[in-house]
């Protein structure tokens, strides 16, 4: 079994930051792409940001250069830190990894976290 653990939501006034982490725990074989996504009240679920080893991070237009993900391989973990935060920022950001898993055959899923709710106000 995979688990992928959010932290670090809350509240913030406009202008603030908040960093986001997600860990992955389980029987992991290895851990290629991991990303962020956030789904606001009656929107559709968007991606945010993602990092692949080796490849440069990928941010969605409305979040670049505001946004940077960072990843520690030693920890499972990836981070999101979020700068200069807007009220349409506020959403439920969840963590997705694509993790290769050991047992029983080594095999590759996506995993979805349970989601952090980030509120931005104005």
């Known amino acids: 079994q995979v688990q992928l653990v959010e932290s670090g939501g809350g509240l913030v006034q406009a202008g603030g930051s908040l960093r986001l982490s997600c860990a992955a725990s389980?029987?992991?074989?290895?851990?290629?792409?991991m990303g962020w996504y956030r789904q606001a009240p009656g929107k559709q679920r968007e991606w945010v940001a993602r990092?692949?080893?080796?490849?440069?991070?990928n941010y969605a237009d409305s979040v670049k250069g505001r946004f940077t993900i960072s990843r520690d391989n030693a920890r499972n973990t990836v981070y999101l830190q979020m700068n200069s935060l807007k009220p349409e920022d506020t959403a439920v950001y969840y963590c997705?990894?694509?993790?290769?898993?050991?047992?029983?055959?080594?095999?590759?899923?996506?995993?979805w976290g349970q989601g952090t709710q980030v509120t931005v106000s104005s």
């Open positions: 990092i692949t080893s080796g490849i440069s991070p």
């Open positions: 997705n990894a694509v993790i290769t898993t050991t047992q029983p055959i080594p095999r590759v899923s996506a995993y």
């Open positions: 389980g029987n992991i074989l290895s851990i290629s792409t």
